[in-house]
């Protein structure tokens, strides 16, 4: 099993930066795939990057060349860098965790991009 807890979300205005952290409570290594959804008020959660045990990221269209998944296993930590903040990204951030069958969940971070 694994908890995972977020941070790193705020209030940004459009155009700029954050960076979220998703901890970890156990070795990362072994997991197959990490990752981050989002859920804007009224629509469904999806998916924003994912990031496999090698090192692979998988980006949504809607994020692509914008957002860089990373992982740091000697940390326990993955991040998400969110550049050229968009009002549209404003949403809870959730931090993913597949490790064989089984699934994770964070408890979410809010990320807000208004003026």
């Known amino acids: 099993q694994v908890q995972l807890v977020e941070s790193g979300g705020g209030l940004v205005q459009p155009g700029g930066s954050l960076r979220l952290s998703c901890a970890a409570s156990r070795n990362i290594f072994n997991i197959d795939v990490m990752g981050w959804y989002r859920q804007a008020p009224g629509k469904q959660r999806e998916l924003v990057a994912t990031i496999t045990g090698g090192g692979s990221p998988n980006y949504a269209d809607s994020v692509k060349g914008r957002f860089t998944i990373s992982r740091d296993n000697a940390r326990n930590t993955v991040y998400l860098q969110l550049n050229s903040l968009k009002p549209e990204d404003t949403a809870v951030y959730y931090c993913?965790?597949?490790?064989?069958?089984?699934?994770?969940w964070g408890q979410g971070t809010q990320v807000t991009v208004s003026s």
């Open positions: 993913y965790a597949r490790d064989f069958i089984l699934e994770y």
